[in-house]
T-cell receptor, first 109, second 115 residues
Framework: GQQVMQIPQYQHVQEGEDFTTYCNSS?????IQWYKQRPGGHPVFLIQ?????EVKKQKRLTFQFGEAKKNSSLHITATQTTDVGTYFC?????????FGTGTRLKVLA | DGGITQSPKYLFRKEGQNVTLSCEQN?????MYWYRQDPGQGLRLIYY???????QKGDIAEGYSVSREKKESFPLTVTSAQKNPTAFYLC??????????????FGPGTRLTVT
């Protein structure tokens, strides 16, 4: 079946360092979404990318959708302690969301 | 105040008992979803429903059942046939299809422990 993998699984960074998580699908996606889940919480929608090669920014966060619509990345510039959590990508295929395995980010003050 | 509610937050059951998890939304969303999350892992789709009185199996539907009699409600029953039911269960909904927005809004989740 279709799989969406994310790397790395875990990432520990010092506050102020940059962070990137990568999402790779075995098949082409209609769109890609990113969610953040704080420890003990539920996933919260961050952004949706639809077009091939699309790049979107939200303050310190930069999201990219690959040209082939099979991969995506989330980059955080100058991490802060509030960035702690697990970041998931989710690809949409025929009304079904296929969630990535997630990247757990820890930020050390 | 619009949103998705799940109850209870924590649920404890004995092995062999069926248990129903509640999910209600007042966002007027057509689509609703149930996911299971195990510690340190991603979300796996159990069931989803695009419209009232219709639902489809997700990737791990065995041992679970759902109903969608009302637009606002999508309860999940964890049956005794589910081999390893202890997990964090998340319900979600998304706006009507065709508007170009498919983001999911998640409820706070129910942590089910079966002993």
């Amino acid at each position: 079946g279709q799989q969406v993998m994310q790397i790395p699984q875990y990432q520990h960074v010092q506050e102020g360092e940059d962070f990137t998580t990568y999402c790779n699908s075995s098949t082409t996606l209609s769109n890609i979404q990113w969610y953040k889940q704080r420890p003990g919480g539920h996933p919260v929608f961050l952004i949706q990318l639809v077009k091939s090669g699309e790049v979107k920014k939200q303050k310190r966060l930069t999201f990219q959708f690959g040209e082939a619509k099979k991969n995506s990345s989330l980059h955080i510039t100058a991490t802060q302690t509030t960035d702690v959590g697990t970041y998931f990508c989710a690809g949409l295929r025929t009304y079904k969301y296929i969630f990535g395995t997630g990247t757990r980010l820890k930020v050390l003050a | 105040d619009g949103g998705i509610t799940q109850s209870p937050k924590y649920l404890f059951r004995k092995e062999g008992q069926n248990v129903t998890l509640s999910c209600e939304q007042n966002l007027n969303h057509d689509a609703m979803y149930w996911y299971r999350q195990d510690p340190g892992q991603g979300l796996r789709l159990i069931y989803y429903s695009q419209i009232v009185n219709d639902f489809q199996k997700g990737d791990i539907a065995e041992g679970y059942s759902v109903s969608r009699e009302k637009k606002e409600s999508f309860p999940l029953t964890v049956t005794s046939a589910q081999k390893n039911p202890t997990a964090f269960y998340l319900c979600a909904s998304s706006p009507p299809a065709g508007r170009g927005r498919y983001e999911q809004y998640f409820g706070p989740g129910t942590r089910l422990t079966v002993t």
